[in-house]
């Protein structure tokens, strides 16, 4: 049975970092790509970032305008694990994450959720 | 404002057939597969059709099609467990991000 648990939420303040784990099982998890999608209080889903599967030992890496050149997608293949490393985090980072798999045959649609971890943003 | 348009809200009584429909360009519902998640507050999002594809554990009562630049959930008898939020998502070539729709309320009546 596919399994994504996302663990690393928390209350931190502005400015600060925050490093989320995403782990996987119940799959070959080297032949998938992986996706972090958050959600804000009230608000839709917003995609984050995506790391592709590691074609000739490189990731495609994607981020969201929002969060470059602040957040960091990685993983670890021998872990089955995703990270989403968090940094100069602002009040509206405030949101519940998921991590997501991307369909093998299909990377634009993901076809598993993990149940999500909550990042508090505040003062 | 997103680059892919949904409705805000759509409604149907027990039974009924129901569209959800999400516009978009030539950049992303025009050249890729659409997923369509389904979501049931506070829960996680699931995963009610990739492409035309019904994803293991979902009811075949859920559809899916495109046509050019807009796609369309179906749901055929329409059930009181359907009301949720339903968001599409695809890849937008042309901004080289993942787009979402604002996402659609479904109501039950």
New interface residues.
Partial sequence: EVELVASGGDLVKPGGSLRLSCEASGFTFSTYSFHWVRQAPGKGLEWVASISQSVDRTNFIYYADSVKGRFSISRDNAKTSVYLQMSSLRVEDTAVYYCARGHDMVPTVFDHWGQGTLVSVSS | QSALTQEASVSGTVGQKVTLSCSGSSNNIGS????W?Q?VSPG????VM??D?L?SGIPVRFSASKSGTTASLTISGLQPEDEA?Y?C???DSGL????????TRLTVL
């Avoid at chain 2, 890729?32 to 997923?35: D, K, Q, S, T």
């Avoid at chain 2, 080289?96 to 996402?103: D, P």
């Fill in positions: 890729y597969a659409v997923g998640y979501q996680a999002p699931k995963t990739f492409g594809s994803p939020d968001y998502s695809t890849w080289e991000v993942q787009v979402f729709g604002r996402g």
